[in-house]
Structures are given as structure tokens and as C-alpha cells.
């Protein structure tokens, strides 16, 4: 990287930088597709995806339309961080314009790879550059013109395809294990909302109707419905307090340097607000036996539950719990 080159962001670009068009309300929910500041933030890197839309008229088509390879940055936004966020348009499926809080950048294809600057605004030398550029009145916010004087690298094209086609196979790897997974959490909503909301396999067999589980789980299914209770034989309805045992947290004195960081996990309401999943497998603070031995509840056995107000439920399954 040291021997990069470097030149002025707009010196890159095959036309000048432009800000996003703004229609007044009797243009918009029809002709073209727009991108708002929610698709940037939410598709860092931008397929076809359902969009508002808006009427263009006159040059405005030829003006403000998105090309595949298009990067668009944020031109302002409510929190810092937000001014200057990148985003690359991957692929779009028919006219598709941007709205005036968003600023287009189109890299000549002939001495830059796009994928590779949007790689670079993301990255921390990128988004360090970015924030030198950050303007904070009402709302951080930055602007094209300081943008094209940007000074950015300029590897060798090869070099920035090779990098590019690196970062963007583990995104693709990335994005298919997202879809994966939630192909997965479809399949058991469904599966629950079967078995324990609508009684598929139980109706299914009071109906005569044929097996659809493996036998070992077709046998845990009762015969019929309990016409009194509307549940399958046998079962009952109870609640929470009664099957499991619910306990609060208790937190060791602040205070006491000795009672923390040690190798003992403590959770707390931060590190569940944090999850993407329903499994807490880390937490941001640790302590120690003496502040273990402080807590009234004690400790939690992996595998228990955990449930934090107004969130899923959690699953604190590792060994640092015992």
C-alpha cells in the first residue's frame, strides 16, 4: 500500500459528482424508482429491491439515473456516522433515480474498480478520510464538493479487482448464510406453528389422515382434540412461573476492583439489546470469584433461560457460566 499512488477522488470519476433529485409530492408514487436514505443505509451494497417511486421529467431521466457500479454516499444524516456512509449499486432491474440527501459518484471503469473504492470508503482509512470532511450544524453532513477533493489510493486496476473480488466473495458468502439462515427460522415458525398453535399432526391423525413426520415424532403427537380444552389429550395449559423457576440478576459492587474482570461472564441488559440472534455466547464484562461469591442468586448452568424485558428469549449455553 505504501507505494499506492494517490489522486483526487473526482480525477477518478468518468463525470462530475451530483446531489440526488428533490420532486414535490404530486411527482412521487409513480414512474421510476427512487433510493432513500433507507435503501443506502440498508443495502450497503444494492440490488433490485422494492423501492417508493417518483415521476421524472424531461432531462431529469438522462440526470439523475443510477447505473450498476454507481456509488452512492449519504450527503447528511441525523448521527455522524451516518454523513458520508457509502453504498455500491450492484444491479438494477429498471429506471432508477436518487433522492437529494444522497450524492452519485460514477468511477471510470477504465483505471478503477468501484467495488474496490466502496470496499475503501468502508474501511477505517476510508471512513478516516470521510470523517475529515464531516460537517456538524443541525445535522452532520458532508458535501460533493469536499468529496471530489478527497485524496484517495489508486493501486493498479488488477490489484484492485483482485482486492475487490476477494472482499465481495466473503460478502456473498456472508449474505447467502443471512438468507440461509432465515430460510431456517421460516421453517421453524412454521414447524412450531403447526405442531403447538394449529395441532397439524394431532388433527391429522384424529382425521385418519397419513403421517407426515419421521414415526419417532409422529408417536409423540396424541390421538385427538380434548373438545373441552380445544388442545390435544393431555395436554394443559400453564403458565411460566409454574414449569420454571424465574429469578432476577444481582450485580457486584462496582466499587470493588477485586469483584471484576475475571473469568466468570456477567450478563447484562446491553449485551442482550446487542444480539442478532437469540444466543448469548459472550458478554462485555467478566468477574471474578470474589465478586461471584458477592451474588446473591449465584450463577446460571449453561443451557438455562434468560429472559430480559420486552426481548427473545435467551440462551446462555457456554461454559464461563460455571
Same mark, same amino acid.
Given at each position: 500500500?505504501?507505494?499506492?499512488?494517490?489522486? @483526487?477522488?473526482?480525477?477518478?470519476? #468518468?463525470?462530475?459528482? $451530483?446531489?440526488?433529485?428533490?420532486?414535490?409530492?404530486?411527482? &412521487?408514487? @409513480?414512474?421510476? +424508482?427512487?433510493?432513500?436514505?433507507?435503501?443506502?443505509?440498508?443495502? /450497503?451494497?444494492?440490488?433490485?429491491?422494492?423501492?417508493? $417511486?417518483?415521476?421524472?421529467?424531461?432531462?431529469?431521466?438522462?440526470?439523475?439515473?443510477?447505473?450498476?457500479?454507481?456509488? %452512492?454516499?449519504? @450527503?447528511?444524516?441525523?448521527?455522524?456516522?451516518?454523513?458520508?456512509?457509502?453504498?455500491?449499486? *450492484?444491479?438494477?432491474?429498471?429506471?432508477?433515480?436518487?433522492?437529494?440527501?444522497?450524492?452519485?459518484?460514477?468511477?471510470?471503469?477504465?483505471?478503477? #474498480? #468501484?467495488?474496490?473504492?466502496?470496499?475503501?470508503?468502508?474501511?477505517?482509512?476510508? *471512513? &478516516?478520510?470521510?470523517?475529515?470532511?464531516? @460537517?456538524?450544524? !443541525?445535522?452532520?453532513?458532508?458535501? =460533493?464538493?469536499?468529496?471530489?477533493?478527497?485524496?484517495?489510493?489508486? /493501486?493498479?486496476?488488477?490489484?484492485?479487482?483482485?482486492?475487490?473480488?476477494?472482499?465481495?466473495?466473503?460478502?456473498?458468502?456472508?449474505?447467502?448464510?443471512?438468507?440461509?439462515?432465515?430460510?431456517?427460522?421460516?421453517?421453524?415458525? !412454521?414447524?412450531?406453528?403447526?405442531?403447538?398453535?394449529?395441532?397439524?399432526?394431532?388433527?391429522?391423525?384424529?382425521?385418519?389422515?397419513?403421517?407426515? %413426520? /419421521?414415526?419417532? %415424532?409422529?408417536?409423540?403427537?396424541?390421538?385427538?382434540?380434548?373438545?373441552?380444552?380445544?388442545?390435544?389429550? =393431555?395436554?394443559?395449559?400453564?403458565?411460566?412461573?409454574?414449569?420454571?423457576?424465574?429469578?432476577?440478576?444481582?450485580?457486584?459492587?462496582?466499587?470493588?476492583?477485586?469483584?471484576?474482570?475475571?473469568?466468570?461472564?456477567?450478563?447484562?441488559? +446491553?449485551?442482550?439489546?446487542?444480539?442478532?440472534?437469540?444466543?448469548?455466547?459472550?458478554?462485555?464484562?467478566?468477574?471474578?470469584?470474589?465478586?461471584?461469591?458477592?451474588?446473591?442468586?449465584?450463577?446460571?448452568? /449453561?443451557?438455562?433461560?434468560?429472559?430480559?424485558?420486552?426481548?427473545? *428469549?435467551?440462551?446462555?449455553?457456554?461454559? $464461563?457460566?460455571?
Amino acid at each position: 500500500m505504501s507505494e499506492w499512488k494517490e489522486s @483526487r477522488f473526482a480525477d477518478l470519476l #468518468s463525470e462530475p459528482l $451530483r446531489n440526488g433529485i428533490y420532486k414535490k409530492k404530486e411527482f &412521487h408514487g @409513480r414512474g421510476a +424508482k427512487i433510493i432513500n436514505m433507507d435503501e443506502l443505509f440498508a443495502f /450497503p451494497r444494492m440490488f433490485s429491491v422494492p423501492m417508493k $417511486r417518483v415521476d421524472l421529467v424531461g432531462t431529469e431521466t438522462e440526470r439523475f439515473a443510477v447505473k450498476e457500479n454507481d456509488l %452512492l454516499f449519504a @450527503r447528511r444524516s441525523l448521527v455522524a456516522e451516518g454523513a458520508g456512509k457509502c453504498s455500491i449499486v *450492484l444491479s438494477i432491474d429498471e429506471l432508477t433515480t436518487f433522492e437529494s440527501s444522497i450524492i452519485r459518484a460514477r468511477p471510470d471503469k477504465e483505471f478503477c #474498480s #468501484s467495488l474496490f473504492y466502496y470496499y475503501y470508503f468502508n474501511s477505517p482509512q476510508g *471512513l &478516516h478520510k470521510l470523517d475529515t470532511i464531516r @460537517r456538524q450544524v !443541525a445535522v452532520a453532513g458532508i458535501t =460533493g464538493g469536499d468529496l471530489a477533493e478527497l485524496y484517495v489510493p489508486i /493501486p493498479p486496476l488488477p490489484e484492485q479487482k483482485a482486492i475487490a473480488r476477494i472482499l465481495s466473495s466473503l460478502d456473498d458468502k456472508i449474505e447467502l448464510n443471512r438468507r440461509m439462515n432465515e430460510t431456517l427460522e421460516a421453517m421453524a415458525r !412454521a414447524i412450531f406453528k403447526d405442531w403447538f398453535v394449529d395441532f397439524g399432526p394431532t388433527r391429522a391423525k384424529q382425521e385418519g389422515r397419513a403421517a407426515y %413426520l /419421521p414415526e419417532q %415424532l409422529w408417536a409423540l403427537f396424541p390421538e385427538a382434540i380434548d373438545l373441552e380444552t380445544g388442545l390435544p389429550m =393431555g395436554w394443559e395449559v400453564s403458565t411460566i412461573g409454574e414449569e420454571v423457576k424465574v429469578v432476577g440478576g444481582s450485580t457486584p459492587s462496582t466499587k470493588e476492583p477485586d469483584f471484576w474482570d475475571g473469568h466468570i461472564a456477567w450478563a447484562t441488559p +446491553k449485551d442482550l439489546s446487542n444480539l442478532n440472534t437469540p444466543v448469548l455466547l459472550e458478554t462485555a464484562r467478566t468477574i471474578s470469584q470474589k465478586g461471584l461469591a458477592k451474588l446473591v442468586l449465584g450463577y446460571y448452568q /449453561p443451557g438455562l433461560f434468560y429472559y430480559p424485558p420486552e426481548r427473545q *428469549l435467551a440462551i446462555l449455553p457456554f461454559q $464461563r457460566f460455571q
